[in-house]
């Protein structure tokens, strides 16, 4: 679990991280080569890379076999992102595949029902998952997850217009 660890020692010893995207090998070759901390594989690129929108329409099978290929020719930690995480029970399958994969971590967004691409705002009407059930599914996630897989929630308040002190 070498990725995993890296990432976590990253965390502890700077206050700024720099990932780069990594849709393809290339990608993760440039990482390798140039001043960069790891990766990030997000939901937008791989969807748009296979001219789907970005929607969590792609399979997590197909975004693995991408990123199977970067880890190939890589050995900096790589952040995935896992959109909503979907249903609990689909998210804790799909955090042990990262897990073994030694991806160093996931991030999950508190949105519910029909999932869009925040970059449209809350262009329709996109809604937050309670503060209870998205503590429910982070706990369930971590509960199926080494010490060193880093689970990041990110909270969309306000790309959907809310307040500061709602996201707080």
């Known amino acids: 679990m070498q990725r995993q660890k890296q990432f976590k020692s990253l965390l502890r010893s700077r206050a700024k991280i720099k990932l780069l995207e990594a849709h ?3 990608c993760g ?4 080569s140039k001043n960069f901390d790891g ?9 748009s890379l296979k001219g789907l929108p970005d929607n969590e329409i792609l ?15 890589t050995t900096k930690p790589i952040l995935m992102d896992l959109d909503t995480g979907g249903k609990i029970e689909h998210f804790r399958i799909n955090l042990r595949n ?3 994969r030694d991806i160093a971590g996931a991030i999950i967004e508190d949105k519910a029902g029909y999932k869009r691409n925040s970059l449209y705002g809350n262009v329709p009407d996109q ?10 599914k982070i706990s369930a996630g971590k509960s199926v997850v080494g010490n060193d897989f ?13 307040t500061v002190d709602h996201a707080m």
């Open 24 to 26: 393809s090998p290339l």
């Open 29 to 32: 070759i440039i990482v390798e």
């Open 39 to 47: 990766m990030w594989s997000s939901g937008l690129c791989d969807s």
């Open 59 to 73: 399979s997590i099978q197909s975004r693995l076999e991408s990123l199977d290929n970067v880890l190939a020719v």
């Open 98 to 100: 990262l897990d073994k």
């Open 127 to 136: 809604t937050q998952e309670s503060i209870e059930r998205f503590c429910e």
């Open 150 to 162: 880093t689970l990041i929630a990110r909270i969309e308040s306000l790309i959907l217009g809310q």
